[in-house]
């Protein structure tokens, strides 16, 4: 089984703090992948990886940087928090073979 | 743009009747469709690949390339199918286009 863990569940901040949102898989995954979920909206794409240290830009990158310093771990940060970035923020991963995306938890992030 | 269509934000139906949820893509060539499902409190999860053509928990979904159309079915809705469904299409580069889901909700 696939498993995929998100730091937190719950996480409330305040605005302007810098946040950081860790996603860890154990199945090997080449790709990965963060997006923010908002009721209407769907899923949305804010950065993906390939590959250690490679990243790429998703729909929605703007306040948000990502770090993928290890094969398992990919990292989302906001820099400077605001209310706007109040969402569930997923991760996901997923192996070339076109498997389909295995997803974390989520963590429901609040600011404040 | 290349897209993926939930056109119903929520469907209601009762216990036993049958469910379509509906997903239309645009896409000129062959497509990797997926449908995805999250039960509440619970993650996001794969439901079943158009490619394996696979029945997971009774539902099934049969890609019509004429309609460009991928829709999830079941003859007989249960309680416990009450989640929002999600429709994916896979892009060339590993990633997947979403729809924007269908909240389903099945009365007793």
């Known amino acids: 089984d696939v498993k995929v863990t998100q730091s937190s569940r719950y996480l409330v901040k305040r605005t302007g703090e810098k946040v950081f949102l860790e996603c860890v898989q154990d199945?090997?995954?080449?790709?990965m992948f963060w997006y923010r979920q908002d009721p209407g909206l769907g899923l949305r794409l804010i950065y993906f990886s390939y590959d250690v240290k490679m990243k790429e830009k998703g729909d929605i990158p703007e306040g948000y940087s990502v770090s993928r310093e290890k094969k398992e771990r990919f990292s989302l940060i906001l820099e400077s928090a605001s209310t706007n970035q109040t969402s569930m923020y997923l991760c996901a991963s997923s192996s070339p073979d076109r498997a389909g995306q295995f997803f974390g938890p989520g963590t429901r992030l609040t600011v404040l | 743009a290349q897209r993926v269509t939930q056109p119903e934000k929520l469907l209601s139906v009762f216990k036993g009747a049958p469910v379509e949820l509906k997903c239309n893509y645009s896409?000129?060539?062959?497509?990797?469709l997926f449908w995805y499902v999250q039960y509440s409190r619970q993650r996001l999860q794969l439901l079943l690949r158009?490619?394996?053509?696979?029945s997971i928990k009774g539902f099934t979904a049969d890609l019509n390339k004429g309609e460009t159309s991928f829709h999830l079915k079941k003859p007989f809705a249960q309680e416990e199918d009450s989640a929002m469904y999600y429709c994916a299409r896979g892009d060339s580069n590993y990633q997947l286009i979403w729809g924007a889901g269908t909240k389903l909700i099945i009365k007793p």
């Open positions: 158009h490619i394996s053509r696979e």
């Open positions: 896409y000129s060539g062959s497509p990797e």
């Open positions: 199945m090997d995954h080449e790709n």
